[in-house]
């Protein structure tokens, strides 16, 4: 990332953003939540993706070079925390589960930044409990670093319903599937299986956010049926896709 901005204060507020709106690559000094309340939000690093729909957020440490980009209509909230307040102890970004009363927290913590009473640092405590009872979930997709794993991921990337299988993406790429195997393991510490799920769940969130129907989304994605899609989707973010873009704060 070149051109990084440096923003000492991590910022606490609320801001909507356009479909396809980009945050361009920029750091600060202290920790920071980001939570979309509708749409979907990606955050990009140097060591890839992390990606949150409504019942997630995105934890971004201190002197992480981070850009955001908005699929779909965005409300952002941001959170930001001190340098020396770390409640969940993580020292890379890493994706949330965010339940009803941690989403209410988050809105209500945003809604007036300027706000410095009593009441406000109270629902901030329970804020930082919230959060360190929230569950991480691998919501992401990790930068390759070995061109043999990157060309395979460009191809998967490019086309999520490609069903082809390691060993063929492999000869397509000039790599064996003993190798490819061996460096998804390594690199992004996921099977290919793993890694292609996350991407698919990934292009499909892209797609929700878009109006596609979910029918086509599960064709363009590469799921056997609309059915298979859905359960997929429920279980990794826990509602269905039908009812996506109907989540607002």
Request: positive net charge; aromatic residues 6%.
């Amino acid at each position: 990332m070149s051109n990084i901005r440096h923003t000492p204060v991590a910022p606490t507020r609320a801001q909507p953003l356009a479909a396809g709106e980009r945050i361009d690559a920029h750091r600060h000094d202290d920790h920071q939540i980001v939570y979309a309340g509708s749409g979907v939000l990606a955050v990009t690093t140097d060591a890839g993706t992390w990606f949150a729909p409504g019942t997630r957020a995105i934890w971004v440490p201190a002197g992480t070079v981070h850009a955001h980009r908005a699929h779909g209509r965005l409300d952002l909230h941001l959170v930001g925390l001190p340098a020396h307040d770390n409640p969940l102890g993580l020292d890379a970004p890493t994706v949330l589960a965010v339940g009803p009363l941690l989403r209410e927290l988050i809105l209500t913590y945003t809604s007036d930044p300027a706000d410095d009473s009593p009441e406000r640092h109270r629902l901030l405590a329970v804020l930082r409990d919230q959060l360190r009872a929230s569950p991480q979930q691998p919501l992401r997709l990790p930068a390759p670093t070995d061109p043999r794993l990157a060309a395979v991921c460009a191809l998967v990337h490019a086309d999520p319903a490609d069903p082809r299988t390691l060993a063929a993406l492999g000869a397509a790429t000039g790599a064996s599937e003993r190798t490819l195997s061996r460096l998804f393991r390594g690199e992004f510490g996921m099977t290919f299986p793993q890694w292609r799920t996350q991407s698919r769940l990934y292009n499909a969130l892209r797609m929700l956010a878009d109006d596609v129907p979910v029918t086509t989304v599960a064709h363009r994605c590469g799921w056997s049926s609309a059915s298979a899609f859905i359960e997929v989707f429920r279980r990794s973010f826990g509602y269905t896709p039908g009812t996506h873009n109907r989540r607002s704060p």
